[in-house]
């Protein structure tokens, strides 16, 4: 039997979406990546804000984006809105 009723948080936002719609992102700071999973709207937030990314195999995910940014500061934290710019 398979079942469809598990729920992810968005690591962004914290908005509970089902768990094939969340988005696997990885942001890597110099040799080490960090693994966050994003909703559709915080991942689209994301895309328009960074200068670039590329695909990469997934570690959960079939696929996922990755990020290459300067510093942990930079990571999307919960209750920050991507949609603000940086300061």
Do not use: W
Request: with cysteine; proline share 5%.
């Amino acid at each position: 039997m398979h079942c469809d009723s598990t729920l992810i948080l968005c690591d962004s936002c914290g908005q509970a979406v089902p768990d094939q719609a969340g988005k696997e992102v990885l942001y890597q700071v110099e040799k080490v990546r960090f693994r966050l999973e994003l909703c559709a709207g915080c991942l689209d937030a994301e895309m328009k804000r960074r200068d670039g990314h590329r695909g990469v195999p997934g570690f959960r995910k079939r696929a996922a984006i990755i990020f290459t940014i300067g510093s942990q500061d930079e990571l999307p934290r919960h209750g920050e809105h991507l949609n603000s710019t940086p300061s």
